[in-house]
């Protein structure tokens, strides 16, 4: 039985052996899966949530490098104005014209980036990946509590994939309104040529990731309250597991809003209704369209957009608190207050997102509470700084690649996280409104560090998806040039948008004001261009290792949670015999007195004699 | 984490040591006492929910930014410059040409709507008592009833849509009579507008209902339910259908009564 192997720390680098709970296990092997399976359901229509979770993962390193390549393109074009362009035209083809970048489609390409990086990158394939991956095996489950829909939940994205894939091939171009999608701009096909089939596509593969994100949600919702194994009382959760619970939370409550909105943005688009329209006088001719409210849209957009940026990061939050306990051999510092804060900032999260629109001309009162309630969120987000830093505080720490990246990751939050007390004030954010400070804040704060949650998350869990270890070299000079890049990008961007100097703006050089930052924008195309080819190794890493990484034992990075007690690639079902009931927290780290500085938490107090603490001792006896 | 009060006495047997422990939240079990499928149906209406919500918070703001009738209700005309009196549009009935029957054809519409899910609840109680001979019967009933409400809204549409006969001067001087999308003789288009597409996006939720009840009384006639030990399907439509009639209230109170 494979859980009842004896597992060397030592040869690990940990300390100690970790005691094995004797479970008396019926001998034969209740197996889930059949093995002449044919490849069709075993690799495409699966309903295996790790099969799932793999092509949520691969799909979303996909999208990741068509939004970089897109960033490097309008990169290009703010870096080098002058430039010829002409050597890019075999790809881009009537977009470079006369050596130049078309200035509809540098919108296009940056509407693009947006929304592939927060929807299809840090959505989908972050808390696809590791919600469908984890959670399951973290709380002890041999699925998700229905694999059929989870499998739906993954082909809605791939069907929405696909939809918003083929708009960046149309002639007009795809939907170039920005991410944000604001009407009347958006509404308006004779507006902008992006605004034509672009935006179509748009809505209709929105409506469909919005489907699959309902699937997912509830099926990780359900799994997370009915599918827990016998012990795992919701105070012995992972905070992975807590986070991927209520990051699932804010999906169900937030998307349908953006499934409203891009409803009624269809209707006013395409059946001649006036939502969010109103007293337009357009290309020589009067619209008929009286009464709407663009700012509507703006309220409805952005109460899915704030807590989206929760959703982006949370499961970045949960995977680097495991990932941080885990290699600091400590217990996190505040189990219960990391929970509260997650709480905290979810509940939050809906009553901020009018800090978004302090320029639409809202009562100054109103944008007072909302600067206020927005405030407020560096309180949990604080907890949350704090209780990593603790964590890490006299750690015996191992600095895997996992590791630098989880580190990294708290660096960029806080890097990033006190811009936004400067963006949440509304006096401030008057002056700063769409300029390239928030940029750069976002970036900082919800873009960079949630992919720094994602690294983490592929290089810590590497070896439970593929049962090989992902290269530490090539990890850590991943990390460096990243981490580096990252910094080097969106540092100088802040001075930027500090002079004033406005997103989304095709060119700058008919402004005397900002051309003395030509040199600084050069600089920043150039580090970004740079850090995105840094990621190339990581692709590299992660297929090469695939078929020939360094084979992984099963439980290389000694840990605690229950997805290291199954076999070191797993069938169908998980775990070949029972699942193991689950008696303690997932932080039992260098417990004082235990033979090794790990306890799983499926071995009872009653095996831990040395280390059991008084209560505990009463609980074995 | 455990506490001192949950402690067992030493005195505990040995086959005692070692279990995982057993409360509602400890795992092991559903701490809801619902399977996952009835969950999962709370959580989608829940954000159904939502999408309704942000309908009618739509609503709310765009009325909001119109103006009133300030004048005497018998005063009341139609204009694109202020919000109708809903009165003073819904008050026809079928058959009954010519006579001011305010809100009467929507209050028998709200009646069989809620009368449908009379007999919802009386289908999740026979398959509670395994009597497919009453499933299929309130089934049958529920059927019946949401599709004389999809009925009866087709014909509020239809009226809606082709108006008076007296119709109203537009803006450009012509008359023009009910309403569409662009125009409309009651009041501002967007009156329209919302009319169509709220009440439009509920029926269109009956109308899956409504198709998910007829599988259900397929499968219930088929036996599916039966051999499978239990009717949860018909609950899980259940709660779906009587979220959907707890929508029309609202629905009914924004467009009709307020």
Known sequence: ?621 | MAHSTTLQPNAASAAYVDAPRTGTWDGGNEPFKASYGKLMMWFFLLSDAFTFGAFLTAYGLIRHKHGVFTGQAKDFFFSTAHWPIPEKVFNAFPGLHGIDLPLAFVAFMTMILIFSSVTMVLAVEAGHRMDKADVQKWLLWTILFGSIFISSQAWEWTHFINGTEAGTRMADGTIFHGANLTMNQYGPPLFADLFFFITGFHGTHVFSGICLLVWCFIATTNGTFEKRGHYEMIEKIGLYWHFVDLVWVFVFTFFYLV
């Open chain 1, 1 to 621: 039985m494979a859980t009842n192997l004896p597992v060397s720390a030592q040869s690990q680098g940990g300390v100690g052996t970790a005691p094995v709970p004797h479970t008396e296990h019926d001998d034969h092997l209740h197996d889930h899966e059949h093995h002449d399976q044919h490849w069709l359901w075993k690799y495409v229509f699966s309903q295996d949530h790790k099969m799932i979770a793999r092509q949520f993962l691969i799909t979303g390193i996909f999208w990741a490098v068509i939004g970089g390549v897109l960033s490097s393109l309008f990169r290009l074009q703010l870096g080098w104005p002058e430039a010829t362009l002409d050597w890019l035209q075999p790809i881009l083809g009537k977009w470079i014209e006369g050596g130049k970048l078309n200035p509809e489609f540098y919108l296009a390409l940056v509407t693009m980036h947006g929304t592939i990086m927060v929807f299809f990158v840090l959505t989908a394939g972050l808390s696809g990946t590791f919600s469908n991956f984890l959670i399951p095996l973290q709380v002890g489950a041999r699925d998700m509590a229905s694999g059929f829909m989870n499998m739906l939940s993954y082909w809605f994205f791939f069907l929405s994939s696909v939809v918003m894939f083929s708009s960046l091939f149309l002639e007009t171009g795809p939907a170039a309104a920005g991410w944000t999608i604001y009407p009347p701009l958006s509404a308006l096909p004779q507006a902008i040529s992006g605004s034509g089939t672009g935006m179509t596509m748009w809505l209709v593969s929105m409506v469909f990731f919005i489907v699959s994100q309902l699937l997912g949600g509830v099926n990780y919702v359900t799994t997370i309250i009915n599918m827990r194994t016998r012990g795992m009382s919701m105070s012995k959760l992972p905070l992975t597991i807590w986070a991927f619970f209520l990051t699932a939370i804010l999906g169900i409550l937030s998307f349908p809003v953006l499934f409203s909105a891009a409803l009624l943005l269809v209707f006013d688009r395409s059946f001649g209704t006036s939502f969010f329209l109103s007293d337009i006088y357009i290309a020589g001719q009067a619209l008929h369209n009286q009464g709407g409210s663009p700012v509507l849209f703006q309220h409805l957009f952005w109460f899915l957009g704030h807590p989206e940026v929760y959703i982006v990061i949370m499961p970045a939050m949960g995977m680097v608190s495991e990932i941080l306990a885990t290699n600091s051999r400590k217990p996190i510092f505040g189990y219960r207050a990391m929970i509260g804060s997650l709480i905290g900032i979810s509940l939050l999260s809906f009553v901020v997102w009018a800090h978004h629109m302090f320029v639409t001309g809202m009562n100054p009162f109103l944008g007072s509470v909302f600067m206020f309630l927005t405030l407020i969120i560096a309180v949990p987000s604080g907890v949350k700084v704090f209780n990593w830093l603790a964590t890490l505080w006299r750690g015996n720490i191992r600095f895997t690649a996992a590791m630098l990246f989880s580190v990294g990751f708290v660096s960029l939050f806080i890097s990033g996280g006190l811009t936004g007390i400067i963006l949440g004030n509304a006096t401030l954010d008057i002056q700063m409104h769409n300029t390239y400070f928030v940029v750069a804040h976002f970036h900082l704060v919800m873009g960079s560090s949630a992919f720094f949650g994602l690294f983490a998350g592929v290089y810590h869990w590497f070896p439970k998806m593929f049962g090989r270890m992902m290269d530490e070299k090539l990890g850590y000079i991943h990390f460096w040039l990243t981490f580096i890049g990252v910094y080097l990008v969106f540092m100088p961007m802040h001075y930027v948008g500090i002079a004033g100097f406005p997103r989304r703006y095709y060119s700058w050089t008919g402004f005397d004001a900002f051309s003395q930052f030509a040199d600084l924008n050069k600089f920043i195309s150039l580090a970004a261009i740079l850090a995105f080819f840094a990621q190339f190794v990581f692709i590299f890493n992660f297929f090469y290792s695939i078929f020939r990484g360094r084979r992984a034992t099963e439980n290389p990075w000694n840990s605690t949670t229950l997805e290291w007690t199954t076999p070191i690639e797993p069938g169908h079902g998980n775990w070949p015999g029972e699942i193991p009931a689950v008696y303690r927290w997932p932080y039992d780290y260098s417990k004082p007195g235990a033979e090794a500085d790990f306890i799983p938490q499926n071995v009872p107090y009653s095996q831990t004699p040395s280390s059991n603490l008084p209560y505990e001792r009463e609980l074995a006896e």
